[in-house]
């Protein structure tokens, strides 16, 4: 458990680093939280929450043990790291650690003040998880999805709460990543959404408000621009390496849109994609390229399997699959 001179101390360690004010009476918007699925997003939301200071406690639960002991050694790993290149030192590291309650019991989760949910993307999955966690958690916990791509208000209908229920969007890697987006629903409580928006900056992360639009502010403008890179391939307008080439210097992006798409996985952007597609068919900026089909169907799923728009090597990215 921290204690309050342990928290004090840390809220002013955030205030320094991220400009916010903070003083020895600032209450932060949660005290005890809960995180579920400790995978890839998972792992990584459990860890911040801890490395925060800002809880008295964080549960981290899979439903299954060898996941769970999986998402703890990621964890113990990273934060591992973080102390060997002197960015945290070892008391830190282990109060942060003796913070969390790595469980297989949903019954932990009960009495949490702020549930925040990073399974996979399977809408009937999610639909199970929050009638479950409905019925389990006591009437004032808040929960929130993790999702980067389904519908909030769809979730938040589920959990038989609405009005508690808000997206709370990390990005990979969630430890580096600064940005995140919060969802409201129509229904969410200003004052819920509220707690939520200032939790992200209670953990030091930096939060932008959308409502629940198709993807919220990122993907909503990123994946259309993916897409549109590859419709420009499938009309022969222009190489691969040009299309790259052109956004990196002409829009100053770190990387083209393929390149991009290659390194996400195109797999990922194909059901993104797909699933837009299905759920809005009206909204002509979802669509599906054909050359991204025929990669995907072919299990060329660019840097995760070694081909896609790109040759690769591991993280290394070679050159171009066509001229």
């Excluded at 020895?24 to 949660?30: G, I």
């Excluded at 792992?43 to 800002?54: D, L, P």
């Excluded at 808040?142 to 969007?169: D, K, W, Y």
């Excluded at 979802?286 to 299990?299: E, N, Q, R, S, T």
Aim: glycine share 8%.
């Amino acid at each position: 458990m921290l204690n309050h001179s342990t928290i004090t101390r840390t809220l002013f360690r955030i205030a320094k680093t991220t400009g916010r004010q903070y003083s020895a009476t600032t209450a932060v918007a949660f005290d005890k939280v809960g995180v579920i699925g400790l995978g890839l997003m998972g792992h990584g939301i459990a860890q911040v929450a801890a490395t925060s200071g800002v809880h008295s406690q964080v549960i981290a639960f899979e439903q299954e043990q060898k996941y769970l002991d999986s998402g703890k050694a990621r964890i113990q790993g990273s934060i591992g790291k973080l102390v060997s290149k002197g960015k945290m030192s070892q008391e830190d590291a282990d109060k942060a650690l003796q913070s969390i309650t790595f469980t297989t019991d949903m019954a932990l989760l009960a009495d949490t003040d702020f549930i925040l949910e990073a399974v996979i993307e399977n809408m009937d999955l999610k639909q199970s998880l929050y009638t479950n966690l409905g019925e389990t958690c006591k009437p004032e916990t808040i929960f929130a999805s993790n999702t980067s791509s389904l519908s909030i208000t769809e979730m938040a209908q589920f959990s038989g709460r609405p009005q508690n229920f808000v997206g709370v969007h990390f990005f990979n890697p969630v430890q580096i990543m600064k940005l995140v987006e919060v969802i409201r629903t129509k229904q969410t409580d200003p004052a819920v959404f509220e707690k939520a928006y200032n939790w992200v900056g209670d953990i030091g992360k930096v939060a932008v408000s959308c409502g629940d639009t198709p993807g919220f502010i990122v993907n909503r403008l990123l994946v259309p621009a993916l897409l549109q890179a590859m419709l420009m391939m499938d009309r022969t307008d222009a190489s691969i390496k040009d299309i790259d080439i052109s956004m990196q210097l002409g829009a100053g992006h770190p990387m083209g849109p393929l390149h991009l798409a290659d390194y996400i996985g195109l797999d990922t952007c194909y059901y993104i994609a797909k699933g837009w597609v299905e759920k809005y068919p009206n909204e002509s900026a979802f669509v599906i390229p054909k050359c991204l089909k025929i990669m995907v169907d072919a299990g060329n799923l660019g840097r995760k399997t070694g081909k896609g728009f790109y040759h690769w090597d591991g993280d290394k990215r070679g050159d171009p699959t066509t001229a």
